[in-house]
């Protein structure tokens, strides 16, 4: 005779059933007890993350904080807790490490005014024309990323050589083309920055194109058969259809292109070494003279935070112009 689980077998042979109390207590178990691997089993999956995150992300972050609140010279065994006086530093005209700092930000904010909205349309009009079935599209597309998979040294020195003023062959095929073929690349303004600009934008323009070709295709066709059902051209459908379906695409490309061009360092350091003078001699190439080459961490230090506010903020408007509109805001522009 068989009996289910959780029944109890009587002397005579026959099934009891368990009482009230019993079965609420065994599923209490087993309730708790799922719980718990609920709980345990998401922290056994994130630990090795979190321990990576923690080691090379928080920590650091912390002992950063520290130290822009010391006269930190690892060379030396003795550094004093100053408090904010490094700070204060960078906002005293007549200190030492002010000037050259803003003048480093300045030149990050020239670098990522101009670099950033290259980087925002061009890869969209490569991604467009990606997007297009043609014969030897694929290849394009291989060609297009293959300069992104290159590390920032290799593409400083190659370009470096490249835009020399003597043995450099854009020189010397402009001069075939009858432009000037004297022009000092990395050596004067503003064709520096020009040098900078173009190189960073060819260097990862692929990156930012093939982000947009996944957005593109994740915008449904139906729209636009309904669009051209409608009546729109190829810029209305451009402007209602392909631009509204990458919003949060070019919400992520815009915060990525920012930090990346604000963050730049390798091309300013190997292609132009900060010059002419220290035009452009970005805030990241500031920070790593003065820490490692002055020995100055704590004012080191204080520079990457104050850099780190100004792009928190940035981000921050960034996010609030690509944010979604508001169900009333919508009404209001129906009704009008």
């Keep these: 005779m068989s009996t289910k689980v959780g029944e109890r077998v009587l002397p005579t042979g026959r099934a009891r059933r368990p009482s009230a109390s019993e079965p609420r207590s065994q599923n209490r178990g087993i309730r708790t007890g799922t719980r718990q691997q609920w709980i345990t089993t998401p922290w056994l999956f994130l630990a090795p993350y979190l321990l990576l995150f923690g080691g090379f992300v928080i920590l650091p972050a912390v002992l950063g904080v520290w130290i822009s609140l010391h006269s930190w010279d690892y060379t030396l065994p003795n550094k004093p807790f100053v408090g904010f006086?490094?700070?204060?530093?960078?906002?005293?005209?007549?200190?030492?490490?002010?000037?050259?700092?803003?003048?480093?930000m300045r030149a990050t904010g020239i670098f990522t005014a101009l670099s950033v909205p290259l980087l925002l349309i061009v890869p969209l009009a490569v991604a467009l024309l990606m997007s297009k079935k043609f014969p030897g599209r694929d290849f394009l597309r291989a060609i297009y990323f293959a300069p992104y998979v290159l590390g920032v040294a290799v593409i400083s020195v190659l370009w470096r050589y490249l835009l020399d003023n003597n043995i450099g062959l854009v020189n010397h095929y402009l001069g075939l083309l009858g432009l000037p073929d004297d022009t000092a690349?990395?050596?004067?303004?503003?064709?520096?920055?020009?040098?900078?600009?173009?190189?960073?934008?060819?260097?990862?323009?692929?990156?930012?194109?093939?982000?947009?070709?996944?957005?593109?295709?994740?915008?449904?066709?139906?729209?636009?058969?309904?669009?051209?059902?409608?009546?729109?051209?190829?810029?209305?459908?451009?402007?209602?259809?392909?631009?509204?379906?990458?919003?949060?695409?070019?919400?992520?490309?815009?915060?990525?292109?920012?930090?990346?061009?604000?963050?730049?360092?390798?091309?300013?350091?190997?292609?132009?070494?900060?010059?002419?003078?220290?035009?452009?001699r970005t805030a990241i190439y500031q920070i790593a003279d003065t820490g490692l080459r002055n020995f100055q961490m704590g004012s080191a230090a204080a520079m990457s935070y104050v850099l780190t506010i100004f792009l928190m903020a940035i981000s921050a408007f960034v996010f609030y112009i690509f944010r979604e509109k508001q169900p009333k805001k919508l009404e209001k522009e129906v009704r009008s």
């Design 185 to 280: 690349w990395t050596t004067t303004t503003p064709a520096a920055w020009v040098a900078l600009v173009g190189v960073t934008v060819w260097w990862t323009l692929g990156f930012n194109a093939v982000i947009y070709l996944a957005g593109l295709q994740d915008i449904p066709t139906e729209l636009y058969e309904a669009a051209r059902v409608d009546g729109a051209g190829p810029w209305m459908q451009f402007l209602h259809v392909t631009i509204p379906g990458l919003r949060p695409i070019l919400s992520f490309i815009t915060i990525i292109t920012l930090l990346a061009s604000a963050n730049m360092f390798g091309q300013s350091y190997l292609m132009t070494q900060g010059g002419p003078g220290r035009e452009t």
């Design 85 to 104: 006086d490094n700070y204060v530093a960078l906002f005293s005209p007549g200190s030492t490490v002010s000037g050259p700092f803003w003048g480093s």
